[in-house]
């Protein structure tokens, strides 16, 4: 059975994905090379309890942390540690917060540094099959439209892999519920899209392969080639006959944007002074 949800309930899981989307701008603001992956686990932890929500992540089927932070060939559920992020990475970072009830789920790849130019177009493409993914999310379309949509831009237009083991949910009182949301499928196919679903719609692309790998962690997949893999998500509401994000990636683009500038400023005056002594 796929939730129906209200208009007041939709407003709160809109609240915890804005939880999430604010949490994930406090990571814009913090990654930077020489960071390891477990600061920013427990930074976005902090931030997330100190503002009224818990870590949606934590706990779930046992899964150790706030976050899944997962690089260059992670595709997603990589555990936070001691890695340190180094120019020319890149980087998902996933997170989910449960407040008032319900559950916002949001993920953004950021680039590190300098990335190189096949890899910053495969972090662009990702994230606009999110987005067309999201115009399909209208009622009376079907699961398979949001499907097939990602998929043409990704994989047919653009020659990437899709991953198939791991979709997109169902998401609100649970973080995961019904319906699946693959990211390949054929048009018309699938659960019909009813005014008051919330999905959380991720597509996970890779550059090269599609097939992936699970780690002996039990958790943390990879894609079988270990070539660069992205991920973008967003809870998305039918609303007004419409698809809706009720997360938001403005204001995490401007932070990248903004610590973009400032680490390029800050290791141009490092490479003068080690030049000098
Ligand atoms: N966005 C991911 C998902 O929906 C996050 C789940 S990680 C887990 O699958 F730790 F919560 F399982
Ligand atoms: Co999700």
Same mark, same amino acid.
């Given at each position: 059975?796929?939730?129906?949800?209200?208009?007041?309930?939709?407003?709160?899981?809109?609240?915890?994905?804005?939880?999430?989307?604010? %949490?994930?701008?406090? $990571? /814009?603001?913090?990654?930077?090379?020489?960071?390891?992956?477990?600061?920013?686990? !427990? #930074?976005?932890?902090?931030?997330?309890?100190?503002?009224?929500?818990?870590?949606?992540?934590? =706990?779930?089927?046992?899964?150790?942390?706030? &976050? *899944?932070?997962?690089?260059?060939?992670?595709?997603?559920? @990589?555990?936070?540690?001691?890695?340190?992020?180094?120019?020319?990475?890149?980087?998902?970072?996933? *997170?989910?917060?449960? #407040?008032?009830?319900? +559950?916002?789920?949001?993920?953004?790849?950021?680039?590190?540094?300098?990335?190189?130019?096949?890899?910053?177009? &495969?972090?662009?493409?990702?994230?606009?099959?999110?987005?067309? =993914?999201?115009?399909?999310?209208?009622?009376?379309?079907?699961?398979?439209?949001?499907?097939? /949509?990602?998929?043409?831009?990704?994989?047919?237009?653009?020659?990437?892999?899709?991953?198939?083991?791991?979709?997109?949910? @169902?998401?609100?009182?649970?973080?995961?519920?019904?319906?699946?949301?693959?990211?390949?499928?054929?048009? @018309?196919? =699938? !659960?019909?899209?009813?005014? @008051?679903?919330?999905?959380?719609?991720?597509? #996970?692309?890779?550059?090269?392969?599609?097939?992936?790998?699970?780690?002996?962690?039990?958790?943390?997949? $990879? %894609?079988?080639?270990?070539?660069?893999?992205? +991920?973008?998500?967003?809870?998305?509401? $039918?609303?007004?006959? !419409?698809?809706?994000?009720?997360?938001?990636?403005?204001?995490?683009?401007?932070?990248?944007?903004?610590?973009?500038?400032?680490?390029?400023?800050?290791? =141009?005056?490092?490479?003068? /002074?080690?030049?000098?002594?």
């Amino acid at each position: 059975m796929i939730n129906i949800r209200t208009h007041d309930e939709i407003e709160l899981i809109r609240k915890s994905a804005l939880m999430v989307t604010a %949490t994930l701008t406090e $990571v /814009a603001k913090f990654l930077k090379p020489g960071i390891t992956t477990a600061s920013v686990d !427990k #930074m976005a932890e902090e931030y997330i309890r100190s503002n009224g929500g818990s870590p949606s992540f934590k =706990g779930y089927n046992g899964y150790p942390y706030a &976050l *899944c932070i997962s690089v260059n060939e992670q595709v997603v559920h @990589g555990f936070p540690g001691a890695y340190e992020l180094k120019d020319g990475d890149i980087v998902s970072v996933d *997170c989910g917060v449960f #407040m008032n009830g319900f +559950h916002g789920d949001h993920a953004y790849t950021f680039a590190i540094g300098n990335v190189k130019p096949e890899v910053l177009k &495969l972090l662009r493409i990702t994230k606009e099959s999110l987005v067309r =993914g999201i115009l399909q999310a209208k009622a009376e379309n079907r699961v398979g439209d949001i499907s097939f /949509a990602v998929e043409q831009y990704t994989a047919k237009d653009n020659g990437y892999g899709v991953v198939r083991e791991l979709v997109g949910h @169902g998401v609100g009182r649970k973080l995961h519920e019904e319906p699946q949301v693959p990211n390949y499928g054929r048009r @018309g196919d =699938g !659960k019909r899209l009813k005014e @008051g679903m919330v999905l959380a719609i991720e597509p #996970m692309i890779n550059l090269g392969t599609k097939d992936v790998e699970t780690l002996e962690d039990g958790w943390t997949i $990879v %894609t079988a080639d270990r070539k660069p893999s992205a +991920h973008f998500e967003h809870t998305t509401a $039918v609303r007004k006959g !419409k698809g809706e994000a009720l997360s938001s990636f403005v204001p995490i683009e401007s932070a990248e944007q903004a610590n973009a500038e400032l680490n390029s400023a800050h290791y =141009g005056a490092t490479t003068v /002074a080690s030049n000098i002594s």
